[in-house]
């Protein structure tokens, strides 16, 4: 018997099995190379689809903290913006700008990040003391909030940060 003869898998996977612990899951949006040439249309398309899904999540808690736990709107608002923050930094990294990883990008991003916080908390809080506490007046503060944040985050991070080498 030959040795190829002699070693038949078991499974009809075996050969794609390994001892080794399995790779951490990447965001299947995008195979290609990390690099920041990707064309202005793609990187707005792609921002604006990954804040609307990063939105969804700060939105949704902000709205549970506030209306179902009773959380004050500035904290309700903080950890919706954690949470929806952390979710669009790693998509916009890997797959809008498609950067590689980097200490002095994510300084960066992090700096920028706590300067629109500062804004869209502000703007958020300031019309919650002007109009109704309602979730219609709650999402109009946020849809303003965030809309400055928004504008304000992709022009720095793709005319400064994602440009850092």
């Not at 499974?11 to 951490?24: C, D, I, L, V």
């Not at 195979?31 to 990954?50: G, H, M, P, W, Y």
């Not at 808690?61 to 209306?67: A, F, K, M, N, R």
């Not at 904290?75 to 990883?101: H, Q």
Request: charged content about 15%; proline content about 6%; some cysteine.
């Amino acid at each position: 018997m030959s040795e190829e003869q002699q070693h038949q898998p078991e499974s009809p996977h075996e050969e794609f099995e390994s001892p080794h612990a399995p790779m951490p899951i990447e965001l299947p949006l995008d195979d290609q190379e990390a690099s920041t040439n990707v064309d202005l249309k793609t990187q707005i398309i792609r921002f604006i689809v990954t804040g609307v899904g990063s939105g969804v999540l700060d939105f949704g808690l902000t709205l549970i903290l506030q209306y179902g736990v009773g959380a004050p709107e500035w904290l309700a608002k903080t950890c919706g913006w954690i949470l929806g923050t952390t979710a669009a930094y790693l998509v916009n990294r890997r797959w809008t700008f498609r950067a590689t990883p980097s200490a002095r990008r994510f300084i960066a991003v992090a700096l920028l990040y706590l300067c629109t916080f500062g804004i869209q908390v502000g703007i958020y809080s300031g019309l919650a003391q002007v109009w109704p506490e309602r979730p219609i007046y709650s999402l109009f503060a946020y849809v303003i909030a965030q809309g400055t944040a928004t504008v304000i985050n992709f022009v720095v991070q793709r005319m400064v940060i994602f440009k850092i080498e």
